[in-house]
């Protein structure tokens, strides 16, 4: 299979499902490439980029509109032109998001854990706390107590602090004495492992084809690049954000999880650069062209310094 033709396959794949979730989609494109390059972006280059995804101009209006809503995107006018830009709380948000989807997997672990303890909250801020730390990786151990073996405490902070409740939670560390089985036991009950594998074992039998193809093709054209790569994001994206990140201690010997990372790694590096060269001539701000992507996006998946451009003219 050509690459040109497993780009096809997965686009067509895409834009078949009954519901088309472009909000979604166009948060991913925000994080991958315009976050990188700037963080703003004018919405007639975006319309453009996500057409041949099966977006149409009207949904792409839509879902911007309600991405400013959220509050991840600012927008503000130039002329006849509309440009929008990720908002602080965006630009917070999605560099924790960074973190968990180009970052290596938790190997070693030291046996301690990070436990959230609730008590001093009302209801509504338990709930929020529940849900926005949820997307850490925390599981709830019992009603007031959330639990992860393995967080990132910069992460954690950041998410207390906007919330509004750093001052009124308590985080606790403790070492839990080794029993690899029971604490397998507990990382099954607390977090759906089984379901999040199944998932993975998609992820690799849709992409691996692709990886396949790009092996032997000399070069790769840049808009099909840029599908293919943000498509790997997004497909990669969904699952991470129910994966809890666990150490390897504590997951299944036969976890997808794994061999899911080694084959965004190595996709996202061969698409990488032609990505890049299509974003450069297709993506605006109000300046003219995206500036280049910062030093933080050549640190993805362990170093992008040595990737070969490999671009069809």
Known sequence: MSVSRAANKLVTEFRSRPTLRAGSLITTVFGDAIAPRGGVVWLGSLIRAMEPFGVSERLVRTSVYRLAQDGWLTSEQVGRRSYYR??????????????????DPVRDWD????????????AAARDAVRKEVGWLGFAAMSPNVLAHPAPDPADLEVTLRRLGVDNDV?????????????????A?????????????????????P?????????????ETAFLLRTLLIQYYRKILLRDPHLPTALL?????????YQLCRNVYRAVYAPAEAHLTAA???????????????????????DVVMRVAE
């Open 86 to 103: 990720l908002s602080e709380d965006g630009r917070e948000r999605f560099a924790q998001a960074t973190h968990r989807i180009y970052g």
């Open 283 to 305: 993506m605006e701000n109000a300046d003219g062209p995206l500036p280049p992507a910062g030093k933080g996006a050549q640190a993805r998946f362990g170093g992008l310094d």
């Open 111 to 122: 046996g301690e854990w990070c436990l959230v303890l609730l008590s001093g909250l009302d």
């Open 170 to 186: 308590v985080v606790m560390r403790g070492r839990a004495e080794r029993s690899d089985a029971a604490l397998r036991r507990l």
């Open 210 to 222: 692709v990886l396949r193809a790009l092996e032997k093709a000399p070069v790769v054209a840049p």
């Open 188 to 208: 099954q009950s607390g977090w759906n492992l089984a379901d999040i594998d199944t998932r993975y074992a998609r992820f690799v039998k849709r992409f691996r």
């Open 252 to 260: 299944p010997a036969d976890w997808h999880g794994h061999a899911a």
